[in-house]
């Protein structure tokens, strides 16, 4: 098929969209970024895209809760394109604020009986802001986004990361599912405590799928390691013959060839 195209959907205080745009570029895709106003008065653009990405920032402000306003607008104004879009076969990745966003709408993981989402990202654990590089690890072979990576090292930056199931069964059911996907782990691969694990999410989760394993949020930032000398270290030789994220956006596009 033709060259697959990435909706890159901006809202104000997103600040990460020219670099997922980039990225997907970089990993043989097509990119445009769309203003989350657009959408919203022509729903029917998104027909024309076949992956959705929504990229890291402060979208109006944090406000409420990061995550929560463009969250709400989905639910309101475009939960059916969306489950349309993800019901047609197609992909959809939150990264960061877009991870937020993903949870807040109900896109990523549908609502428990009663309404509510199922799991959220709450502030982190120190009450802080935390801006660092950190080992990453895969679980499962559910999330097409993941395919044949095994481990990770990206960049977080992030004030409200921690991942928490509403209750230990969701948790459970999650994890057996294979949708606890990416987990955060110390230098060796081992479980991680702060601040190897940023944010004190349960069980670690840095970013989980949904059920089909082609809706994916995670928190940290694959568009910021896509370039060996993106590395913090590579002038000692520690960085790899590409950057870590770039493969989760070529995984993206590849899934359409
Ligand atoms: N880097 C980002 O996408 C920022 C995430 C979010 N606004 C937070 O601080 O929690």
């Not at 990745?93 to 009986?113: E, M």
């Not at 782990?185 to 081992?190: I, L, R």
């Not at 000692?236 to 596009?253: S, T, W, Y």
Request: contains cysteine; proline residues 5%; aromatic residues 8%.
């Amino acid at each position: 098929m033709a060259t697959p195209k990435a909706l890159i959907l901006r809202a104000p205080g997103t600040n990460c969209d020219r670099e997922t745009a980039f990225a997907f570029q970089l990993a043989g895709g097509q990119a445009e970024r769309v203003h989350l106003n657009r959408l919203l008065d022509q729903p029917s653009l998104a027909e024309g895209f076949q992956i959705l990405c929504l990229p890291g920032g402060f979208s109006y402000g944090d406000d409420i809760a990061a995550g929560r306003i463009v969250g709400s607008q989905i639910r309101h104004h475009l939960d059916e394109v969306l489950r349309e879009f993800i019901a047609a076969g197609k992909l959809v990745l939150g990264i960061c604020n877009g991870f937020q966003i993903l949870l807040k709408s109900g896109i990523l993981l549908p609502d428990s009986d009663d309404g509510h989402p199922p799991a959220t990202l709450a502030w982190n654990e120190s009450q802080r802001f935390v801006d660092r590089w950190v080992h990453l690890k895969t679980f499962g072979e559910k999330c097409v986004f993941l395919k044949d990576v095994d481990k990770m090292y990206l960049p977080v930056a992030h004030a409200e990361g921690r991942f928490v199931a509403r209750d230990a069964a969701t948790l459970k059911t999650l994890e057996a599912d294979g949708q606890l996907a990416l987990r955060y782990t110390d230098a060796a691969g081992g479980e991680a405590a702060f601040p190897d694990c940023p944010n004190g999410a349960q069980l670690g989760v840095a970013g989980a799928c949904d059920s089909t394993g082609r809706v994916f949020g995670l928190m940290p930032h694959p568009e910021r390691h896509l370039d060996p000398t993106h590395h913090p270290r590579w002038t000692r030789g520690e960085a790899g013959e590409v950057g870590d994220g770039l493969k989760i956006f070529q995984n993206a596009v590849q899934f359409f060839a």
